[in-house]
């Protein structure tokens, strides 16, 4: 199933993101034929860089269309996750005009990925948090709130979060930023477990439950995708 986004920019710092999803069609009758999936068409966006070599993707007509990083998806205003981004991503991420990338692995970023932040003048924030499976999950608290200060600081915005999957680590730090933004658990447990799915992690939502957010009352964010 492929997800075509749009972007529509409101402000500096404030985009709305409009995914559609292309859903298979059932027959009504077995005589009609099946109609084919309609697709959204973006319009391209400047090259910072003449120099570099994007991919961009087309379709059967010719058409350039931006294909969003796994698990993408907004979080607030300037705020935005997803899985590792690679080069067919590298366009979509161009429109949303990226001010911060917040990585949460350890490993080396990509030459490819550090060429296209470069060329976008984009800061790479690099919070090195091992991907360990169950029981053997040790989420070190040190590096989530030096991350969570670098995320709620709106000079950072727009900022993209990362991981692998954007499942675990990322989901661990939206949820830290939703209890400073006065989310219940439920819902904090609730948005964890619609990326992570069957892939969610006991260890993972006790952390978020145990997380004391209160060292940032002064920085406190209200949830404010609804603003404009």
């Not at 993101?17 to 859903?23: F, L, P, R, Y």
């Not at 993707?57 to 998806?73: Q, R």
């Not at 935005?80 to 970023?109: K, N």
């Not at 948005?191 to 069957?198: S, T, W």
Request: hydrophobic share 35%.
């Amino acid at each position: 199933m492929k997800q075509h986004a749009t972007v529509a920019s409101t402000a500096d710092t404030c985009k709305t993101i409009e995914v559609a999803v292309v859903e298979e069609r059932q027959h009504h009758h077995r005589s009609q034929p099946l109609l084919p999936p309609q697709s959204i068409k973006l319009l391209p966006v400047p090259i910072a860089d003449d120099n570099f070599d994007f991919n961009y993707s087309c379709d059967e007509n010719g058409e350039e269309f931006f294909i969003p990083p796994l698990n993408f998806s907004m979080v607030d205003n300037g705020i935005f996750r997803s899985g590792f981004p690679d080069l067919d991503d590298f366009p979509f991420l161009q429109t949303l005009g990226l001010r911060s990338i917040i990585y949460l692995c350890p490993e080396t970023y990509p030459e490819a990925n550090m060429e296209f932040l470069k060329a976008n003048n984009i800061r790479l924030f690099q919070f090195g948090i091992k991907n360990c499976k169950e029981p053997f999950v040790n989420i070190p608290e040190e590096k989530v709130r030096e991350a969570l200060g670098v995320l709620i600081d709106v000079r950072n915005h727009p900022v993209l979060i990362h991981c692998k999957r954007g499942k675990h680590r990322t989901g661990c730090l939206v949820g830290c930023l939703r209890k400073l933004q006065k989310w219940c658990l439920t819902s904090v447990f609730n948005e964890y477990q619609r990326f992570a799915a069957a892939k969610a992690r006991v260890s993972d939502q006790r952390f978020m439950e145990l997380f004391d957010a209160s060292s940032f009352k002064q920085q406190s964010l209200p949830f404010s995708c609804s603003k404009r």
